[in-house]
């Protein structure tokens, strides 16, 4: 679909603010935030990751542990420095949605509690709708396919 000449200058004004890289650099660092934070906590209070697999049921509770955190930091890597940022993008969007299904079990619990759950459920889905929109850009347009669209990558 074309664009209107009348929103061309604010579609130029938007271009210019978004894309430096520090801001595509910060916007993916706040998307991998939380998982920064839960990785580093994690690896910081190994007890406290082991007592957090318990609660979710998930036994062995070491090795678990030991891969959400590998999994939290290594696919932040991914994605913030630009190699393979579409397999940690994936990665993300993938334990995301495991994370919300085991976690945000809202259609097992009754009001008021099921409605914050279920706010919770949704936005991690759109969470991980924003890491599939980041793979699918990096394999279509980034660094990791040899392509660089205008000289940049996302």
């Given at each position: 679909?074309?664009?209107?000449?009348?929103?061309?200058?604010?579609?130029?004004?938007?271009?210019?603010?978004?894309?430096?890289?520090?801001?595509?650099?910060?916007?993916?660092?706040?998307?991998?935030?939380?998982?920064?934070?839960?990785?580093?906590?994690?690896?910081?209070?190994?007890?406290?990751?082991?007592?957090?697999?318990?609660?979710?049921?998930?036994?062995?509770?070491?090795?678990?542990?030991?891969?959400?955190?590998?999994?939290?930091?290594?696919?932040?890597?991914?994605?913030?420095?630009?190699?393979?940022?579409?397999?940690?993008?994936?990665?993300?969007?993938?334990?995301?949605?495991?994370?919300?299904?085991?976690?945000?079990?809202?259609?097992?619990?009754?009001?008021?509690?099921?409605t914050m759950v279920a706010n919770a459920f949704f936005e991690?889905?759109?969470l991980a709708g924003a890491f599939v929109l980041v793979a699918?850009?990096?394999?279509?347009?980034?660094?990791?396919?040899?392509?660089?669209?205008?000289?940049?990558?996302?």
């Amino acid at each position: 679909m074309a664009e209107s000449a009348s929103n061309a200058p604010l579609t130029a004004l938007a271009r210019r603010l978004i894309s430096p890289a520090p801001v595509r650099f910060l916007a993916l660092l706040a998307l991998c935030g939380a998982y920064i934070q839960g990785g580093l906590t994690k690896a910081l209070d190994f007890n406290g990751a082991l007592a957090e697999m318990a609660h979710f049921g998930l036994s062995p509770q070491a090795p678990f542990a030991v891969a959400v955190i590998a999994l939290e930091l290594g696919a932040s890597a991914l994605i913030l420095s630009g190699r393979l940022r579409w397999l940690g993008a994936l990665g993300l969007a993938g334990f995301t949605v495991l994370a919300a299904l085991l976690a945000n079990r809202f259609w097992a619990m009754a009001p008021p509690e099921s409605t914050m759950v279920a706010n919770a459920f949704f936005e991690h889905l759109g969470l991980a709708g924003a890491f599939v929109l980041v793979a699918w850009y990096d394999l279509n347009h980034g660094a990791s396919n040899g392509k660089n669209l205008h000289g940049r990558d996302l």
